[in-house]
């Protein structure tokens, strides 16, 4: 499939780079060969295993199979086990790593909802001995083999590029706006037991993008309405997938001599995907039929298959009457209007299943806009694809002044493209920060701003009167940081000069890393530094109270290297700036806990 060609030549090292999209429904993968002194192309992967020669389709079903909790089939193949076998199938397990922060609505939105129901998403079942864990490995195993192997017949020469740059391979993973430290963890730990990439190397192989953000870089290199990047001009980018729907806002600073984007707030992400509606049609269809002998589960699962393969995608609100294929010529229950094996549904019927759905995707955008003047919002996303949810973001959108526009193409998948065209031109240069992260300090006691935490009062090794559990930030939520961001915080560390060796202790210190997401409790996470590299700049001082300690001074360095914070340590040996190796946070935090 004819991709992107990147107006920018390329001056780095030969390497090649995989993006795969894993939906809750849908998978693509996508890649690029990345040749010094060329323009760049990204390419998808079209051809599946179990798929039509001749399908051309870059999407396939986000499926696994197991037997006997060994990996049996991916993908189309995996899609002919549901009949039989279905409870061996991984089915919508993307929902196993949604946070609670996605999948708790607990509250109905209050724009256009006829109803108290909140949108909560029943999560099938995985294959019994099976972890979510062991899934994402085997699917992203599959993925990466058939990428090579399609690598190799479509690119001249490509078994003998394939094997010079294996090693140089590098993986981009997009995940929704509302994933955080601890998802990306699980993907980059399964990444590396699929055999992927090296344990050594997961830190500066494995690069993740939000859905949001790779799908504003695919907008922005298929959109056929250019009005949008303008300068100055604000859009939204709402990437409406199979359980989720990811809203960014956007607004562009520049366009020559290249194209330059910023966040301009923290982005949305709610659990309100196609997967919802499809839900939702399954149970209006077994309340409709409860008292049909077509009501039981088999045919109720081959239903909901038919009207989201076809009804679901088609449905505009328009029509008066829609046709579910699900059965055989002999299939016929005339009460239900179920006739030579289709159910007929009306067009409120249809609707209804859209309904809770498109409200919470209507709060979330609105959220997101606030009071601000949006001129374009973007729709992409396999979900993005239905003409009634884009008719009905247009009737609450267009009196607002914002133009909705379609990007999608029905066999492309925009983040998994995206994702690859993110890596080479890197247009978004600045993000809001979702944490704000920081590490713990005493304060000096101050009793006019300390009094309530007197009991609290301990003294330190230098005699001094201090106040444990304060909190020194480093980068706070919802700051729109810089891609070239970095922060430097100063700390010391002290301890009485008589308890044990200085240059021992060193090795044992800690230095706490915190990650709070600004709503309701804080997380408390910690990591280790070995700081024992630092003992040739012990120093004893002879505190207040005449007494010896030890006393060591370090710096915290942190960076935001592109869509990930990184912190090291840094200090002085003499007139010598030395540093330490470098830390992924949300490496760090996960690893602690």
């Known amino acids: 499939m004819a991709g992107f060609i990147s107006e920018k030549t390329y001056h780095c090292q030969e390497k090649i780079v995989i993006s795969m999209d894993i939906g809750t429904t849908q998978t693509a993968v996508s890649y690029s060969h990345l040749i010094p002194q060329s323009k760049p192309t990204v390419n998808m992967v079209t051809q599946w295993p179990g798929q039509a020669a001749s399908s051309g389709a870059a999407k396939i079903r986000s499926l696994v199979g197991y037997e006997n909790a060994v990996r049996k089939a991916c993908g189309e193949e995996a899609s002919e086990m549901l009949f039989e076998d279905r409870e061996n199938v991984a089915i919508w397990f993307k929902l ?35 972890t979510i864990n062991q899934v994402y490995r085997d699917f992203l195993n599959y993925l990466f083999r058939h990428t090579e192997e399609y690598f190799i017949e479509r690119t001249p020469g490509g078994a003998a590029i394939w094997k010079r740059l294996r090693h140089t391979v590098e993986i981009v993973l997009a995940i929704p706006n509302g994933w955080d430290y601890e998802q990306q963890s699980i993907l980059r730990k399964a990444t590396v037991e699929a055999g992927i990439v090296a344990p050594n190397d997961a830190d500066t192989k494995i690069a993740f993008v939000t859905e949001g953000e790779a799908s504003v870089h695919y907008s922005l290199a298929y959109s056929s309405v250019k009005s949008w990047l303008h300068k100055d001009n604000m859009f939204a980018v709402v990437d409406a997938g199979g359980s989720t729907v990811d809203s960014t806002l956007y607004a562009c600073q520049a366009t020559t001599p290249q194209m330059v984007l910023k966040e301009v707030c923290l982005s949305e992400c709610v659990q309100a995907g196609g997967a919802l509606v499809d839900a939702a049609a399954r149970a209006m269809l077994k309340e409709k039929l409860k008292d049909s002998s077509f009501g039981d589960d088999a045919n109720i699962s081959a239903m909901v298959d038919g009207f989201e393969s076809k009804v679901k995608r088609l449905f505009d609100g328009t029509q008066a009457s829609n046709a579910v294929q699900f059965g055989g010529l002999r299939d016929n229950d005339k009460e239900h209007n179920i006739f030579k094996g289709r159910i007929s549904l009306t067009a409120e019927e249809v609707a209804q299943t859209f309904g809770e759905v498109i409200a919470h995707v209507v709060d979330s955008i609105l959220r997101l806009i606030s ?106 939520k919802g700051s729109i940081l810089n891609d070239d961001y970095s922060h430097i915080a100063d700390y010391n560390i002290s301890w009485p000069a008589d308890t044990q060796d200085g ?39 002879k505190g207040e109270n005449k007494k010896k300690y030890y006393k060591i001074s370090f710096s915290v360095a942190i960076r935001l290297g592109g869509t990930q914070l990184e912190a090291r340590l840094q200090w002085n040996e003499g007139k010598k700036l030395c540093e330490g190796p470098v830390a992924i946070i949300p490496d760090i935090l996960n690893q602690s806990q």
């Not at 108290?116 to 019994?128: A, G, K, T, V, Y």
């Not at 304060?443 to 007197?454: E, I, L, T, W």
């Not at 709503?519 to 700081?531: A, F, H, S, T």
Request: hydrophobic content about 40%; aromatic content about 10%.
């Open 96 to 130: 196993n790593l949604h946070p609670d922060s996605i999948k708790n609505a607990s509250i109905p939105p209050p724009y256009g909802s006829n109803s108290n129901q909140s949108l909560r998403l029943e999560i099938p079942s995985l294959p019994e001995g099976v």
């Open 371 to 476: 009071e601000r003047k949006v001129h374009f919002l973007l729709l992409v996303g396999g979900f993005g694809e239905s003409p009634y949810l884009k008719k009905r973001l247009e009737a609450v959108f267009k009196p607002k002044g914002t133009t909705v526009i379609t990007v999608e193409q029905p066999a492309r998948k925009a983040a998994a493209e995206g994702a690859t065209i993110w890596y080479i031109n890197r247009t978004v240069v600045a993000r809001a920060l979702r944490y704000a992260y920081g590490t713990d300090v005493r304060h000096v006691y101050d009793p006019a701003k300390h009094a309530s935490r007197h009991h609290k009062v301990i003294v330190a090794a230098d005699g001094s009167m201090k106040v444990p559990d304060g909190f020194s930030t480093w980068a706070t």
């Open 503 to 541: 240059a021992q202790a060193l090795g044992f210190t800690t230095v706490d890393v915190y990650a709070w997401d600004g709503d309701g409790e804080p997380i408390w996470l910690k990591d280790e530094y070995d700081l024992s590299r630092l003992s040739s700049s012990l120093r004893i001082i």
